[in-house]
């Protein structure tokens, strides 16, 4: 037997911790001297304490490392595990968000005295056929990864990376979450099997009038180019927002690895008014 300093030291966790975990009743000592109240604990319950750890170390709180030790076996630590590694990559994924957004921030105060400037020209956006795929997804980050899955079901067509791609945003209004998002592939002449029942060809109408502009390097600059772009707005009232903006990515990801390079056109659907 040992007492709770000689335990402490033996596994090296602090007596601190070992009287928490009593508490909580996940490692009480295996008795407690009548005489002296010491507690003590015994070299079998070494393995519990490394799997209150290890849960621990993993993102577990109290309740469900107890649930877990009381049930402990392959299939429900498998189940359990599978699980708190998808919450655990969602966790990983909004805090790459927050880093962006902190980059973001640190960029523009260094940056502030110089101008983000954006040349809008209105145009028609032309009737075109495209092969598309649209989803509900949790954000907007999320659009690259239905890029790289719409870009295997395209993986057979030859100089993929010279087609006519956009991205259509269907909701009128910005989304925290549970964004509707299509993209297109232009696809007058496309004609590929598509095993994906989420893959359509589809007519995408005709735009008689889009504000239309070019953002050059890193997508963060999109957002200072709406801004910009709402400036021109109040200058030009006599236009209204009205349709569903689209994205052209002319240079991204797929075909640069340096997003300095990047060029994106944003096109927003407008009406002419009285006012």
Not at 1 to 19: A, C, N, P, W, Y
Not at 57 to 75: H, Q
Not at 261 to 275: A, D, G, H, R
Request: aromatic share 10%; hydrophobic share 35%.
């Amino acid at each position: 037997m040992f007492k709770i300093g000689e335990f402490s030291k033996i596994t090296q966790i602090s007596v601190r911790m070992l009287r928490y975990y009593d508490e909580q009743k996940l490692l009480e000592p295996c008795m407690i001297d009548n005489l002296n109240g010491y507690r003590l604990y015994s070299a079998k319950q070494i393995d519990q304490l490394n799997r209150i750890v290890l849960l621990r170390d993993m993102g577990f709180g109290v309740k469900d490392i107890k649930a877990l030790l009381e049930t402990w076996n392959s299939e429900n630590i498998k189940i359990t595990l599978m699980e708190q590694m998808k919450k655990t990559e969602e966790n990983i994924q909004s805090e790459k968000r927050k880093l962006k957004q902190i980059q973001g921030l640190l960029s523009d105060l260094d940056n502030q005295e110089r101008e983000l400037t954006i040349e809008i020209i209105r145009k028609a956006l032309p009737m075109q056929h495209v092969m598309s795929i649209r989803r509900i997804v949790p954000d907007y980050y999320y659009e690259s990864i239905l890029w790289k899955e719409f870009g295997e079901v395209l993986n057979n067509v030859r100089n993929i990376d010279k087609l006519q791609s956009f991205s259509i945003y269907h909701d009128l209004d910005y989304r925290e979450k549970d964004v509707d998002i299509e993209l297109c592939v232009v696809a007058e002449e496309l004609n590929i099997p598509v095993k994906n029942k989420e893959v359509i060809y589809r007519q995408v109408e005709k735009v008689d009038m889009a504000a239309c502009f070019m953002i050059y390097g890193p997508y963060d600059n999109i957002s200072r180019a709406y801004k910009e772009f709402a400036y021109w707005l109040e200058r030009h009232n006599e236009y209204q927002m009205h349709g569903e903006n689209r994205q052209v990515c002319h240079i991204s990801w797929c075909h640069t690895k340096n997003p300095e390079e990047y060029i994106t056109e944003l096109q927003i659907p407008l009406i002419y008014t009285s006012s």
